[in-house]
């Protein structure tokens, strides 16, 4: 473990975290971003991010193609409603874990996470249309509700097509109906 990834990872996982806070201010949800990735800092997951730090893409793939899994990950998912992940549960009738539904306010947070990560990873070479293509390109092999699935992608999609200023505004507007997804 590298002293100096340590700040690195740190400054890293911070800067990340406060762009999703200003994210979900924009999007109308600004308590949920206040606790957003607390888990970050707890040793479980800090400690591993700053062993695989790499500065270009999350340390949990690093981590993955080391060991196979992902210590960091296996915890963060299981404390952070507002990963897809989260949402699985054990399903009686195929006795198989099965992806659930998610609660709008959380895939809204997921939106605001996964620009934020676009914007930190990419720098300033971050385009509208890189979130939605990270989306795409894993969309085939993922393992999430098919209604959250869409949902998201329309999200991404807008932003691609009309911009940031405009999905957020249309959030806080779908926000304030009350509906469904």
Same mark, same amino acid.
């Given at each position: 473990?590298?002293? *100096?990834?340590?700040?690195?990872?740190?400054?890293?996982?911070?800067?990340?975290?406060?762009?999703?806070?200003?994210?979900? =201010?924009?999007?109308? =949800?600004?308590?949920?971003?206040?606790?957003?990735? $607390?888990?970050?800092?707890?040793?479980?997951?800090? $400690?591993?991010?700053?062993?695989?730090?790499?500065?270009?893409?999350?340390?949990?793939?690093?981590?993955?193609? *080391?060991?196979?899994?992902?210590?960091? #990950?296996?915890?963060?998912?299981?404390?952070?409603?507002?990963?897809?992940?989260?949402?699985?549960?054990?399903?009686?009738?195929?006795? +198989?874990?099965?992806?659930?539904?998610?609660?709008?306010?959380?895939?809204?947070?997921?939106?605001?996470?996964? $620009?934020?990560?676009?914007?930190?990873?990419?720098?300033?070479?971050?385009?509208?249309?890189?979130?939605?293509?990270?989306? $795409?390109?894993?969309?085939?092999? +993922?393992?999430?509700?098919?209604?959250?699935?869409?949902?998201?992608?329309?999200?991404?999609?807008?932003?691609?097509?009309?911009?940031?200023? #405009?999905?957020?505004?249309?959030?806080?507007?779908?926000?304030?109906?009350?509906?469904?997804?």
């Amino acid at each position: 473990m590298k002293p *100096e990834n340590i700040l690195r990872h740190f400054s890293t996982i911070t800067r990340h975290r406060h762009a999703v806070i200003r994210n979900c =201010i924009r999007a109308g =949800i600004p308590v949920q971003g206040l606790g957003h990735d $607390l888990s970050k800092y707890m040793p479980e997951e800090f $400690l591993q991010g700053v062993r695989y730090y790499q500065g270009t893409r999350s340390p949990n793939e690093q981590e993955r193609i *080391e060991k196979g899994y992902s210590s960091a #990950w296996m915890h963060h998912k299981g404390r952070n409603k507002h990963h897809f992940e989260y949402w699985t549960d054990y399903n009686p009738a195929t006795r +198989r874990m099965s992806p659930v539904k998610m609660p709008r306010r959380y895939v809204i947070e997921m939106f605001c996470d996964r $620009l934020a990560a676009s914007r930190i990873y990419n720098g300033d070479s971050y385009e509208d249309s890189m979130p939605l293509q990270y989306f $795409l390109k894993g969309k085939e092999t +993922r393992c999430i509700h098919p209604e959250t699935s869409a949902f998201l992608e329309r999200l991404l999609r807008m932003v691609a097509v009309k911009g940031e200023d #405009w999905t957020f505004a249309w959030i806080r507007h779908y926000l304030a109906r009350n509906d469904d997804y």
